[in-house]
């Protein structure tokens, strides 16, 4: 009779995702000895080697790669049977893991602040990276929800609900000449210097499918990663960077000016998992989103009302 333990499950999707023994004992705290040892246990119980390992890789075996999503669903369960029992009980604990793209900062920032206050017994885990990265984590349920502008391309297994309506904006510092327009157009953009963000994130995408079609090019002066570090060259020059227009929200000294330019919509959404498990405090953390008043100043429609 095969006995598997969660702890040994949570020992193998950890080397199966890092694919590293070393690695995996570091993020789960223990000795990689201990992980050897069981695994090792693992494969002999099932009576099939889960990894090939050698001096160089470590590979999963086609065995390995039919228990994982098992794996990883049974660990799920398991959590959310222990988020049902502490939920019955009335408790508002444990974590809250959510994922927030870059253009997402300021209208999170509200909410994030009032649910602290609010229930400081849920230790959140907010994790910023891009749109992609964060929906693969949030299919391998290390997230309970992401926010982020709709994908171009649907996942059915993910559902999305619209929180606001957005736009791409020219986001420029005040005393820009550029700040006393209220839009602008492409041909009126190729006057200025852009300094863009880098290739992948949701506003450079964005931008990149309205000139599909044009004729028009822009060579950036520069590409970045980061949003804070995009605001400090916009403050101090005259560059203009290409943002959605929430991304501004409470930047006093930027104005983000509407790009004039067909198909400039951005949906900006809050992503869960179709037909999971939703724990209580993601409930509530999007009850204080919808809430706030960084939200309600982008809303021109929403899904939840």
Avoid: W
Avoid at 27 to 48: A, C, D, R, V
Avoid at 210 to 218: M, N, Q, R, V
Avoid at 239 to 255: F, G, N, Q, R
Wanted: a neutral charge; charged letters at 20%.
């Amino acid at each position: 009779m095969i006995t598997m333990e969660l702890r040994q499950l949570r020992y193998f999707v950890k080397v199966a995702e890092t694919l590293n023994f070393s690695d995996a004992s570091k993020q789960l705290f223990i000795t990689q000895s201990t992980l050897s040892q069981q695994i090792s246990n693992m494969e002999k119980e099932l009576g099939q080697q889960l990894f090939m390992r050698n001096s160089h890789e470590v590979l999963l075996t086609e065995a390995g790669q039919t228990l994982l999503p098992h794996a990883r669903e049974t660990l799920n369960k398991a959590s959310n049977c222990i988020n049902s029992l502490q939920e019955l009980k009335g408790m508002m604990t444990g974590e809250l893991n959510i994922g927030v793209t870059f253009s997402f900062c300021a209208i999170v920032r509200e909410a994030l602040i009032s649910f602290l206050k609010k229930y400081p017994r849920v230790k959140m885990n907010v994790v910023y990276s891009p749109m992609n990265e964060l929906l693969q984590s949030m299919l391998r349920h290390e997230l309970d929800l992401v926010l982020a502008f709709r994908p171009t391309q649907r996942d059915s297994r993910i559902e999305s609900h619209v929180l606001f309506n957005n736009r791409l904006a020219a986001v420029v510092r005040q005393g820009h000449t550029l700040a006393r327009q209220s839009s602008v157009t492409l041909e009126q953009l190729k006057r200025y210097d852009l300094v863009l963000p880098a290739i992948g994130l949701q506003a450079r995408n964005a931008f990149e499918r309205i000139l599909e079609g044009t004729g028009i090019h822009f060579e950036a002066k520069a590409e970045m990663n980061n949003v804070d570090m995009l605001f400090k060259v916009i403050r101090e020059s005259n560059y203009v960077t290409i943002l959605s227009e929430s991304t501004a929200i409470d930047e006093p000294d930027l104005k983000a000016v509407i790009l004039d330019a067909p198909a400039n919509d951005m949906e900006g959404c809050i992503h869960l998992l179709r037909n999971a498990y939703v724990k209580t405090s993601a409930k509530e953390f999007i009850h204080q989103l919808v809430q706030s008043t960084a939200v309600y100043k982008n809303t021109f429609f929403s899904d939840f009302g």
